[in-house]
């Protein structure tokens, strides 16, 4: 059974902002947030399902600016729809209500 979920998603900046800024600020968002490298045979091991079953990884990779204008870019991300959807958040609503750290 499939429990990942993949996303082809299109942003619009505000403005026009350097891929490796853009880059810089995806990777250092949160602990959960995993940036592949724009390079296929890495792209290919890291940013598929199989690589994020079973973690809380989120894997965001194929940062591409679009044609259409600078500030238009393109990203793909994977993760286990399982945790993210469902387990993850009981877990942190137990933690909470134990007072234990998330």
């Known amino acids: 059974y499939k429990r990942q979920v993949s996303t082809q998603s299109t942003w619009e900046l505000r403005r026009d902002v350097p891929l490796a800024e853009i880059e810089e600020l995806i990777s250092s968002a949160n602990k959960w947030v995993h940036l ?48 993210w959807g469902a387990a993850e958040p009981l877990r942190r609503m137990l933690r909470i209500l134990l007072g234990a750290p998330l």
């Open 36 to 83: 592949v490298p724009n390079h296929k045979e890495v792209s290919m091991a890291e940013l598929t399902p199989c690589a994020v079953s079973g973690k809380l990884e989120i894997a965001i990779g194929r940062l591409r600016k679009m044609k259409m204008g600078d500030e238009y870019l393109n990203a793909f991300t994977v993760g286990d729809q399982l945790l």
